[in-house]
């Protein structure tokens, strides 16, 4: 099992800045993949971005240019880094890892519990 804790949430102006972090903790044979969600009120969660153990990225088109997805593997820890925040950047920010248990298992999926991203004036 794998714990997620986030943080780096808050209020921000528009074009503002913010930075995410989520730290992995538990029991686990490898992480393959981390990333980020969102989900704002009356739509549906959607990926924001992700990246590989070979750190291989992907972004949603809407944040492209603007968000960045990083991961320190000896800390076992995702950032995103996101700047010229807008104010369609609200919502609550999911972390995920995709992992396996041991060598021989399949893939699992952990949450976060979600930290509070509001961009407003």
């Known amino acids: 099992q794998v714990q997620l804790v986030e943080s780096g949430g808050g209020l921000v102006q528009p074009g503002g800045s913010l930075r995410l972090s989520c730290a992995a903790s538990?029991?686990?044979?490898?992480?393959?993949?981390m990333g980020w969600y969102r989900q704002a009120p009356g739509k549906q969660r959607e990926l924001v971005a992700a990246i590989t153990s070979s750190d291989s990225t992907n972004y949603v088109d809407s944040v492209k240019g603007r968000f960045t997805i990083s991961r320190d593997n000896a800390k076992n820890t995702v950032y995103l880094q996101m700047i010229s925040l807008k104010p369609e950047d609200t919502a609550v920010y999911y972390c995920?890892?995709?992992?396996?248990?041991?060598?021989?298992?399949?893939?699992?999926?952990?949450w976060g519990q979600g930290t509070q991203v509001t961009v407003s004036s």
């Open positions: 995920n890892v995709k992992y396996k248990r041991y060598s021989t298992s399949p893939l699992r999926d952990s």
């Open positions: 538990g029991s686990f044979f490898s992480i393959n993949v």
